[in-house]
Every structure is written in structure tokens, then in C-alpha cells.
T-cell receptor
Framework: SQQGEEDPQALSIQEGENATMNCSYKTSINNLQWYRQNSGRGLVHLILIRSNEREKHSGRLRVTLDTSKKSSSLLITASRAADTASYFCATDASQAGTALIFGKGTTLSVSS | DGGITQSPKYLFRKEGQNVTLSCEQNLNHDAMYWYRQDPGQGLRLIYYSQIVNDFQKGDIAEGYSVSREKKESFPLTVTSAQKNPTAFYLC??????????????FGNGTRLTVT
């Protein structure tokens, strides 16, 4: 069962530009998390936003959450080539148990 | 350094053979998870364990088995009953017994190829 769906599937930008990725989900959540995956590696946790929060910042990352629309966005400002990776949102889908459910991800390519 | 170790990084097996993927963590986390990732796809949950000697099936548990005899270890066996075992397997752990408010820490995966 796929809870979160990211959009777009792929995104190509130049260094210095901002990158915005969106995530939509289907059922109510306790929290939503964003992860990053470099090619052939494990995922790395970026940021967690709780259902009662609307916005959260961490360095060049800004995450917003709109529970009325069941959607979240991840903004990476002033992108660098090192930001090239796949980005996944994950939700806890509380009705299904206690394991996170991941979307299919957005593949970001930042060219210098 | 604390973390999760998955071994081996690459694994090749013949069809019909069972194979066990190792996952060890030294983070003192209660919960551990196994996910499967296929090319261009998200992660699908195979099994998870919130406490020693207990585990639950995820969305795609058929053809897989696990054990949790020690807090730090959660091996995954891919049996011959798994129809399409070739994939990238990721192990993760979290501090709490459910990830409601704690992030997952991932290993670097095992890429299994079955021919």
C-alpha cells in the first residue's frame, strides 16, 4: 500500500536554483518525514514534521505540511551539485500499524 | 561510530537457494525494519520488529522470514518461495518502538541478484 506519492518524479535544475518537491498522502498521519538517498546507498533522514506543525526549517531545507490537503513540500534553496539524490517522503499511516510507508521518490539532478 | 551494518554489499545466488542477509546495529534501538527497493520504486516493508523475539509482517512478507533473537541483530532470509527476489534490501532501526516521533536509521543495503 503506497501512502505517499511524490511529485515530480524527476527534477533537473542548475546549481544555485531552488528545488521544490511535493508529497501527497491518503490517510491521516501523526508525522511526515523526508529522506534522501544517494545512488546505491541507504536513506538518510532529513526532517520530521508533526501533524500539528505547518512549517519546519533545517539549514537550506524548508518543509511545509498542509493536513487539510494531505500534502507536504520540501524546498531546497540554493541547490548544489552535492544535492543530487532521490528524495522520499514517508508517513506513519497510523491505521496500518507502526512502520513508515514510503513514496516512490523524486530524483533530483543538480548540474554545475 | 554508531550505526547499522548490512552485509554483504553484493550477493549472488542461484534460483532455488535460500539466502540470509545480515543486519546489525549498535545504536541500542528497540525497533528494526526490513524494506525492499526495486529500480525506480519506493521502499516496501517486508518485516519489522519492535522488541526482541517479536516481529510483524509488512506488506510483502511472502517468501521471506526473519528472527530477532538479539536486540542488535535482525537477519532476513530470502527463501526459494520468493518469486522475484532480485532487489536492493535495506535494513533500518529506530529508537522508539514505533516511528511516530523518531527517524529511521538505515544501513547501506545489500543488493541481491538471483539467477
Amino acid at each position: 500500500s503506497q501512502q505517499g506519492e511524490e511529485d515530480p518524479q524527476a527534477l533537473s535544475i542548475q546549481e544555485g536554483e531552488n528545488a521544490t518537491m511535493n508529497c501527497s498522502y491518503k490517510t491521516s498521519i501523526n508525522n511526515l518525514q523526508w529522506y534522501r538517498q544517494n545512488s546505491g546507498r541507504g536513506l538518510v533522514h532529513l526532517i520530521l514534521i508533526r501533524s500539528n506543525e505547518r512549517e519546519k526549517h533545517s539549514g537550506r531545507l524548508r518543509v511545509t505540511l498542509d493536513t487539510s490537503k494531505k500534502s507536504s513540500s520540501l524546498l531546497i534553496t540554493a541547490s548544489r551539485a552535492a544535492d543530487t539524490a532521490s528524495y522520499f517522503c514517508a508517513t506513519d499511516a497510523s491505521q496500518a500499524g507502526t512502520a513508515l510507508i514510503f513514496g516512490k521518490g523524486t530524483t533530483l539532478s543538480v548540474s554545475s | 561510530d554508531g550505526g547499522i551494518t548490512q552485509s554483504p554489499k553484493y550477493l549472488f545466488r542461484k534460483e532455488g537457494q535460500n539466502v540470509t542477509l545480515s543486519c546489525e546495529q549498535n545504536l541500542n534501538h528497540d525497533a528494526m525494519y526490513w524494506y525492499r527497493q526495486d529500480p525506480g520504486q519506493g521502499l516496501r516493508l517486508i518485516y519489522y520488529s519492535q522488541i526482541v523475539n517479536d516481529f510483524q509482517k509488512g506488506d510483502i512478507a511472502e517468501g521471506y522470514s526473519v528472527s530477532r533473537e538479539k536486540k542488535e541483530s535482525f537477519p532476513l532470509t530470502v527463501t526459494s518461495a520468493q518469486k522475484n527476489p532480485t532487489a536492493f534490501y535495506l535494513c533500518a532501526s529506530s529508537m522508539d518502538r514505533g516511528p511516530y516521533n523518531s527517524p529511521l536509521h538505515f544501513g547501506n543495503g545489500t543488493r541481491l541478484t538471483v539467477t
